[in-house]
């Protein structure tokens, strides 16, 4: 069965620190990962999908297969990522899609 | 351009009574929609999805329902809530065969309390 494991419900990161956020996922096939963000007040949104292996607001996600891991990260925190991030997986353009337990991501000032 | 609309917002309701939250698309045709239920540690719980007219996969046993009567339309409904039914249900879509982006398109959400 597929699964999304986000281990941490909260993390605190000061303002110009590096971040990431922990994503795995059980799914024997070929999977197809994504990150969402919902910002305060806001809809939940895309933020990057595995596929298309680029950097959106200076983020980035490398799907590894070996460790079944999907990892946001970004190099310098800023305030305005303060946010619910989930993790989320499909097999390979199947309709079905599965989220994580979201982490929420609190930049200090 | 696509828009996507649930309502009610906000649904108080006592143990035992009968729900209906409703969906709809606009600006898309044959999209893929999807409920999904987000509760207090346990983040986007996968409900019911649907890839046509009166196509409904379920994900989750429970007493709860979906139904689409109409291309751009997704209800879910139950007949006798129960207070582990509250929370914030997301109606979302997606485009359909064909989509290479997977992407989904999330509606504002509609909070039920179960009393």
């Known amino acids: 069965a597929q699964r999304v494991t986000q281990p941490e419900k909260l993390l605190s990161v000061f303002k110009g620190a590096p971040v990431e956020l922990k994503c795995n996922y059980s799914?024997?096939?070929?999977?197809?990962l994504f990150w969402y963000v919902q910002y305060s007040r806001q809809r939940l949104q895309l933020l990057l999908r595995?596929?298309s292996r680029e950097s959106i607001k200076g983020f980035t996600a490398d799907l590894n297969k070996g460790e079944t891991s999907f990892h946001l990260k970004k190099p310098f925190a800023q305030e305005e990522d303060s946010a619910m991030y989930y993790c989320?997986?499909?097999?390979?353009?199947?309709?079905?899609?599965?989220f994580g337990k979201g982490t929420r991501l609190h930049i200090l000032p | 351009s696509q828009t996507i609309h649930q309502w009610p917002a906000t649904l108080v309701q006592p143990v035992g009574s009968p729900l209906s939250l409703e969906c709809t698309v606009e600006?898309?045709?044959?999209?893929?929609l999807y409920w999904y239920r987000q509760a207090a540690g346990r983040g986007l719980q996968l409900l019911f999805y649907?890839?046509?007219?009166?196509?409904i996969s379920s994900e989750v046993p429970q007493n709860l329902s979906a139904s689409r009567p109409q291309d751009r339309q997704f209800i879910l409904s139950s007949k006798k809530l129960l207070l582990s039914d509250s929370g914030f249900y997301l109606c979302?879509?997606?485009?359909?065969?064909?989509?290479?982006?997977?992407?989904?398109?999330f509606g504002e959400g509609s909070r039920l309390t179960v009393l």
């Open positions: 600006g898309t045709s044959n999209p893929n």
């Open positions: 799914y024997s096939g070929s999977p197809e």
């Open positions: 595995h596929i």
């Open positions: 989320a997986l499909s097999k390979y353009r199947d309709d079905k899609i599965i």
């Open positions: 649907s890839v046509g007219i009166g196509q």
């Open positions: 979302a879509w997606k485009r359909g065969q064909g989509d290479h982006t997977g992407e989904l398109f």
